[in-house]
């Protein structure tokens, strides 16, 4: 395997695992009873939907940048999904929250875009 392949199939490897990782982290933080969730000044979850999404697209816009629209349209069913099944877990759905998501994917696109473009295409 030469160097090129072997650079691919490792952004790949890290690409699929920070995902995933990172999508099951905002499922089990956005299912969790409200209860048990630590209360903060009004509408700082809309700060933590936005970094969560944020994080959760940038690993594919700094390391997949051509699934960006894809993926990014994916990660925000994924949110919308998250909002209609809260109800199952004693939470409450929020459109506003769903907005958060959406937004934190529009930055986590640029941000990810942005840091490919400054470290790796010089």
Known sequence: MNTITATVAHN?????????GLAVT???LTLMP????PVGPQGVDKLY????????????ALLRPKWCLRFGCLAIL???LIEAIQPIFGRSADMSDFW?????????IFL???ARRIFFER
């Open 34 to 37: 409200q209860a048990s969730m």
């Open 78 to 80: 994924y949110g919308g």
């Open 112 to 114: 990810g875009l942005a």
């Open 26 to 28: 905002i499922a089990a």
């Open 100 to 108: 958060a998501d959406g937004l934190g994917v529009a930055m986590g």
């Open 49 to 60: 939907h936005m970094a969560a999404f944020a994080t959760l697209i940038f690993p594919t």
């Open 12 to 20: 790949r490897t890290v690409w699929l695992l920070l995902s995933f």
